[in-house]
């Protein structure tokens, strides 16, 4: 009996420091609480106005609403904001991937067939100026220390709030070692939908049982029940929801989470924060 107890108990301790956050300041947070954040801008369901485009950051910001954004490197070296791996959903079939095209190759195609391009990083900074609060979401490649490096050195020149956010643990661990001053945050899902990864990573993403590695001081989790391991991490970090719908109950998430990243439509820009309960803060 007494060896039961004692492996019971090695395990909770285990699975406590493989998915325990890291601890943030009140200072760190207060910017990107009780927000609500337009996913890939303020675009519109046809993609009339595109997703990730300079007119969707651009209204997002006129209304006051915080911005959640994806960025990239192209095959030469240079950040844009562009969702996908590959092109051919917003571009037109056949033409591979993002990070295997210069930046001259890019400029040349449109998105979703408006007269918009991808945009570079440092376009889309200037044209937001600082106005509302940016979650950087930064996409994994094999090339992650290099995009985070000229993702913070970008962020930091154009100034105003942020934080950055990955599913790549690599990406998150590097902010650790080299940002510790900037709010960092482990993006996850449930494992059924972590269809790219291989069944194992998929599981400890899920339940956030990598947190050991990069301590993600906010929890960013998909829509729906979370397992129960997960939900046990947020309870001890900023939560972050994703993607909020209109047939979703927004009062009730922005009463659970601490910020909601939303699409189509037009909830209030800034809402009441949870009061501060959570222990590991």
């Not at 910017?31 to 651009?58: C, K, M, T, V, W």
């Not at 609403?65 to 490197?73: C, M, R, S």
């Not at 309870?235 to 909601?260: C, K």
Request: proline letters at 6%.
């Amino acid at each position: 009996m007494q060896l039961m107890v004692f492996i019971l108990a090695l395990i909770v301790i285990a699975l406590f420091f493989l998915l325990r956050p890291g601890r943030s300041s009140k200072e760190q947070r207060t910017p990107f609480e009780g927000r609500n954040y337009a996913h890939r801008g303020l675009y519109a369901a046809d993609q009339s106005i595109p997703e990730n485009s300079l007119p969707a950051f651009q209204r997002a910001a006129e209304k006051g609403y915080g911005i959640e954004l994806d960025v990239q490197l192209t095959k030469d070296g240079q950040v844009v904001v562009f969702h996908d791996g590959l092109l051919d959903r917003m571009c037109g079939a056949g033409l591979g991937r993002l990070e295997d095209l210069d930046l001259k190759d890019l400029l040349a195609l449109r998105l979703a067939q408006t007269e918009e391009h991808i945009p570079l990083f440092a376009d889309v900074l200037k044209a937001v100026g600082g106005r509302v609060p940016l979650i950087v979401e930064i996409k994994t490649t094999a090339r992650y220390a290099e995009l985070c490096e000229k993702t913070l050195s970008l962020l930091r020149q154009a100034g105003g709030p942020f934080c950055i956010e990955s599913f790549d643990v690599r990406a998150v661990r590097w902010l650790k070692k080299n940002a510790k001053d900037v709010l960092r945050g482990q993006l996850s899902c449930r494992m059924r939908e972590l269809k790219s990864m291989p069944a194992v990573g998929a599981f400890f993403l899920s339940r956030l049982l990598c947190n050991f590695l990069g301590r993600p001081q906010f929890i960013a989790y998909g829509t729906g029940s979370a397992p129960v391991l997960a939900r046990l991490a947020q309870s001890l970090a900023m939560t972050v929801v994703w993607t909020a719908h209109p047939q979703d109950d927004a009062a009730d998430l922005e009463e659970t989470y601490d910020a909601v990243i939303f699409e189509h439509y037009l909830p209030r820009p800034q809402y009441a924060p949870a009061p501060e309960e959570k222990p590991n803060r």
